[in-house]
């Protein structure tokens, strides 16, 4: 960069000089374009160096970014996977390790332990639910529902209207082809297609 300003200097000087003995004039004339090329180098130079430094700082900070950036990620979060206790009682899934299960009536959903249930028996699209105090409540849902439920807790759909807690079954009775005595004297039919699976599960 020093060379070039140098450079146009030294041509400034040299074609001021020749073109003041080739017009023939005198040393003030020669002196006053010499300032007035001066100047106009000077001018026009300081307006290209300013060009020139700012091309070069762009190009010098466009290479390097900064360091120290944080990225934000503005995606919205994902949905939580794992469904709710009530979601999952809505849907009729067993919670694990839940001993628990809702019975919903007019007024109030009532919580009762899975081992307390004797017995499901359907009502049309009820279930009458029997209870080892003594209790029964007649719940407005039918006895498909709580089947699907209560299976993995062990219950056997003894018969199209009748699901059994196998803890409650006193003994199998040879009678019309198969019949399940309870502890609080309740008789429940074996439906035909179900005594071999029945029978596996007490034990033959």
Known sequence: MKNRIVFGLTFIVAYGIQAAHAAMLGAPEIIMLLVAGLVFFVFFGGIFMLIYFLIKKNRSTSSNPAPNTLAINFAPPLTYQNATVEERVDKKEVVKGNTRIALPQQNE???????GIIRCEADNNYTNFFFSD????????????YSDLLKPHGFLRAHQSHLVNPKFVKSWLKEDGGTL????????????????????????
């Open 134 to 145: 003594g209790g029964k409540l007649l719940i407005a849902k039918s006895l498909k529902e």
């Open 109 to 115: 959903i009532r919580y009762v332990d899975i081992d």
């Open 181 to 204: 005595l309870m502890n609080n004297g309740d008789k429940i039919p074996v439906s035909k297609p179900n005594r071999e699976m029945v029978k596996e599960v007490l034990g033959k």
